[in-house]
């Protein structure tokens, strides 16, 4: 498995340019007030689903939601429709948020992804300015257990291993591996999975609902510059046990390796920050599906962050 530096090597577009707003970044609190920024709408999020899919896709952990969750609102161009979930993490003694806040790198991050309409598919959506909607949450570790995480944290010991790598130079659905060889891409076809029974999706959301909200880009290969990200500020804590298992269950190498390479650090480095703009919110509703509400943060505090700082 090649390291995000090494990515350039096959995918141009993963460089670092002046003109190109990638991501994570650091997040920072200088603010300058800005009113023009409506509630962000959670439509579905306060409902359990019947069943999430588990999958090992060897760069991560995914996790496959039923349909019926959307996001709109805020100054989003779309009414998103959520779709998977995916993990970014450390190992034992480094921590793995792929942004950081106020230069502090959380152990993990579970970003949320939606797809604007008409879009099938991540791949579809990432061509398209706006295409995808990232929410970042960071996660932090505590000493108990975190019983809506449990679901998640304990199919990570039943998906240990990805799909096998096929070599190809076209063009394909699956998910992208971080890896070159030969000057081919490599791709990654979905390995161990197991169906869970989840939690309501607003349960892994953290208690104060005020988010950042930014243009960037990928954090993965092909790191394309169509994603709006939201990320919220305070983080949602697991116990320690929930962690380990990520850090020591979950492989990228192969079922039938002889030798076994562990999942740990599998996150981007922090990009230059730039001239973006960068929305601070608490203006959040969580619906049922049908529409009515289920809770709501009245604190309404739009703020925008103007800074042309480089933060590597």
Same mark, same amino acid.
């Given at each position: 498995?090649?390291?995000?530096?090494?990515?350039?090597?096959?995918?141009?577009?993963?460089?670092? &340019?002046?003109?190109?707003?990638?991501?994570? %970044?650091?997040?920072? $609190?200088?603010?300058?007030?800005?009113?023009?920024?409506? /509630?962000?709408?959670?439509?579905?999020?306060?409902?359990?689903?019947?069943?999430?899919?588990?999958?090992?896709?060897?760069?991560?952990?995914?996790?496959? +939601?039923?349909?019926?969750?959307?996001? &709109?609102?805020?100054?989003?161009?779309?009414?998103?429709? %959520?779709?998977?979930?995916?993990?970014?993490?450390?190992?034992?003694?480094?921590?793995?948020?792929?942004?950081?806040?106020?230069?502090?790198? +959380?152990?993990?991050?579970?970003?949320?992804?939606?797809?604007? /309409?008409?879009?099938?598919?991540?791949?579809?959506?990432?061509?398209?300015?706006?295409?995808?909607?990232? @929410? !970042? %949450?960071?996660?932090?570790?505590?000493?108990?257990?975190?019983?809506?995480?449990?679901?998640?944290?304990?199919?990570?010991?039943?998906?240990?291993?990805?799909?096998?790598?096929?070599?190809?130079? &076209?063009?394909?659905?699956?998910?992208?591996? =971080?890896?070159? =060889?030969?000057? $081919?891409?490599? +791709?990654?076809?979905? !390995?161990?999975?197991?169906?869970?029974?989840?939690?309501?999706?607003?349960?892994?959301?953290?208690?104060?609902?005020?988010?950042?909200?930014? $243009? !960037?880009?990928?954090?993965?290969? /092909?790191?394309?510059?169509?994603?709006?990200? %939201?990320?919220?500020?305070?983080?949602?804590?697991?116990?320690?046990?929930?962690?380990?298992?990520?850090?020591?269950?979950?492989?990228?190498?192969? &079922?039938?390796?002889?030798?076994?390479?562990?999942?740990?650090?599998?996150?981007?480095?922090?990009?230059?920050?730039?001239?973006?703009?960068?929305?601070?919110?608490?203006?959040?509703? @969580?619906?049922?599906?049908?529409?009515?509400?289920?809770?709501? $943060?009245?604190?309404?505090?739009?703020?925008?962050?103007?800074?042309?700082?480089?933060?590597?």
């Amino acid at each position: 498995m090649t390291g995000p530096y090494n990515w350039v090597k096959t995918f141009p577009t993963c460089i670092a &340019k002046e003109t190109l707003l990638h991501s994570p %970044i650091n997040l920072e $609190h200088v603010v300058v007030k800005n009113d023009s920024i409506e /509630p962000l709408e959670l439509r579905g999020f306060g409902v359990p689903q019947k069943s999430w899919t588990v999958v090992n896709v060897r760069d991560t952990v995914a996790v496959k +939601f039923q349909a019926g969750m959307t996001v &709109k609102g805020g100054s989003i161009k779309h009414d998103y429709r %959520i779709v998977e979930m995916r993990f970014h993490w450390g190992s034992n003694t480094t921590n793995g948020s792929e942004h950081k806040l106020d230069d502090r790198r +959380f152990p993990m991050e579970m970003q949320i992804v939606g797809l604007a /309409p008409g879009f099938s598919d991540v791949e579809a959506a990432s061509l398209v300015q706006s295409g995808l909607l990232m @929410i !970042g %949450i960071f996660v932090d570790i505590a000493s108990d257990e975190n019983k809506a995480f449990k679901a998640i944290a304990h199919a990570v010991l039943n998906v240990p291993y990805p799909g096998d790598l096929k070599q190809s130079v &076209k063009h394909t659905s699956v998910s992208i591996v =971080h890896a070159v =060889h030969s000057n $081919h891409f490599l +791709f990654c076809f979905p !390995g161990d999975s197991v169906s869970v029974t989840p939690p309501a999706l607003s349960h892994l959301l953290p208690d104060n609902y005020k988010f950042y909200q930014y $243009h !960037g880009g990928q954090t993965t290969p /092909p790191c394309l510059q169509t994603v709006t990200w %939201i990320v919220f500020e305070k983080p949602i804590f697991i116990s320690k046990e929930q962690y380990l298992l990520f850090i020591t269950h979950l492989y990228y190498s192969d &079922k039938h390796d002889t030798v076994k390479k562990l999942l740990v650090d599998n996150y981007r480095f922090i990009q230059p920050r730039l001239n973006r703009q960068i929305f601070v919110s608490s203006a959040v509703k @969580i619906r049922s599906a049908r529409g009515a509400a289920l809770s709501q $943060h009245k604190l309404f505090i739009p703020l925008l962050i103007l800074t042309s700082e480089l933060s590597l």
